[in-house]
């Protein structure tokens, strides 16, 4: 998506009217059957720091060869 007008602005109004409705934190266009790379999270206490992303793209971080991973469901378990 390269053009960013009045229907990005409305589906991100929207996409946000219906998280904070649910109440969640975050929601991705894909969720509300909308086949565009958007996601609004709003993680604050306050709710009231609303993020867009508007195609995000993930990236991993190159970890060190020995260090030690953990899982958050699982704490205390560590591998490497």
């Known amino acids: 998506m390269t053009v ?16 904070y409705e649910a109440p969640g934190i975050g929601l991705a ?6 086949h565009k790379r958007v ?5 604050s206490e306050t709710r009231d720091q609303l993020r867009v992303f508007v195609n995000p793209e993930l990236s991993r971080p190159k970890a060190k060869p020995n260090a030690k991973r953990g899982a958050s469901p699982c704490p205390g378990i560590t591998t490497r």
């Open 39 to 43: 996601i609004v999270i709003d993680i």
């Open 29 to 34: 266009a894909t969720q509300v059957d909308v």
């Open 4 to 19: 960013f007008g009045p229907e990005i602005e409305r589906l991100v109004r929207d996409m946000a009217e219906t998280m």
